[in-house]
């Protein structure tokens, strides 16, 4: 489904500053495989997440969706197959429209732009029976803007409009850090259950040492640009945060100091 071939990315080449985010790096993920990112500040992980869904422009490799060279595809023509939901909650919805304003622009996705009437029965009572699937009373509350919707309830509600059209692969960039732990469980409960019955290709980012073991079906660990470690569902049966760290500290040869993945 998604082939990543050794693709690199450098910023401020030639200067002081200069940085390599991704050094040769390749991935492939299978239909329906869910993959957790994790790795320490400044490890590449948004820079993947940038390069696969067009924000930035590799330097050298390829990329291939569903058997398409997307590599140096406009972001605008990934973003018909590629779904992404960001960190801050304020992303990814009109906060001055409604509930099913948000879900009809997501709908249509995809689909041939002109003249169409505007949100039909039939629309509303999709949109009524898939807000139910989050279990949080936003399917009684159809009419009432984003705006005043909480942090979490938000942030369910970008998740649902990222997958209501079944993209080809989904891009989850660290999507529950900024709430509290009690709603974050909840959205990636819904994350798991979306993912699952919809067979969506992902691949989501977290500092949570623990979510990114206790979700998916495979976890990467990055360091420098770099994939260190890659642990498919068997492997991930039985291991802990701890070891992680112990594997991180050896296999990077340096020892993990960020306090939002050892706090996590």
């Known amino acids: 489904m998604l082939k990543v071939e050794n693709i690199s990315k450098t910023f401020y080449k030639g200067s002081i500053n200069e940085k390599i985010a991704l050094n040769n790096l390749s991935l492939t993920l299978g239909e329906g495989e869910f993959v957790t ?3 320490g500040n400044g490890a590449g992980k948004s820079t993947l997440l940038n390069c696969i869904s067009g924000v930035y422009e590799i330097d050298a490799g390829r990329i291939f969706l569903d058997g398409t060279d997307i590599s140096y595809s406009p972001e605008h023509k990934r973003s018909k197959y ?3 939901v960001f ?5 990814g919805t009109a906060f ?3 509930i099913e304003e948000n879900l009809a622009i997501a709908y249509a996705k995809g689909k041939p732009k002109g003249l169409r009437p505007g949100i039909s029965k039939a629309d509303i009572a999709l949109f009524r029976e898939k807000l139910a699937l989050l279990e949080l009373g936003l399917e009684d509350r159809v009419k009432e803007k984003v705006g005043r919707l909480s942090g979490g309830e938000r942030q369910a509600l970008t ?8 993209p080809k692969l989904l891009l989850l960039d660290e999507h529950t850090a900024a709430l509290d732990p009690v709603i974050a469980k909840r959205v990636l409960q819904l994350t798991d259950k979306i993912v699952e019955e919809e ?3 992902t691949i989501m980012i977290t500092h949570n040492m623990k979510a990114a073991l206790d979700h998916g079906t495979r976890t990467i660990m990055m360091h420098e640009g770099k994939i260190i470690m890659d642990l498919d569902g068997k492997d991930k049966e039985g291991v802990t945060v701890e070891w992680l760290i112990e594997q991180f500290n050896r296999k990077s040869g340096t020892e993990l100091d960020n306090d939002r993945m050892l706090l996590g």
């Open 199 to 201: 067979k969506i290709c």
């Open 159 to 166: 998740l649902l409009m990222a997958t209501i059209v079944k």
């Open 87 to 91: 960190q801050d909650p304020l992303m």
């Open 37 to 39: 990112v994790i790795g």
């Open 82 to 84: 590629i779904s992404r």
């Open 96 to 98: 001055d429209m409604t």
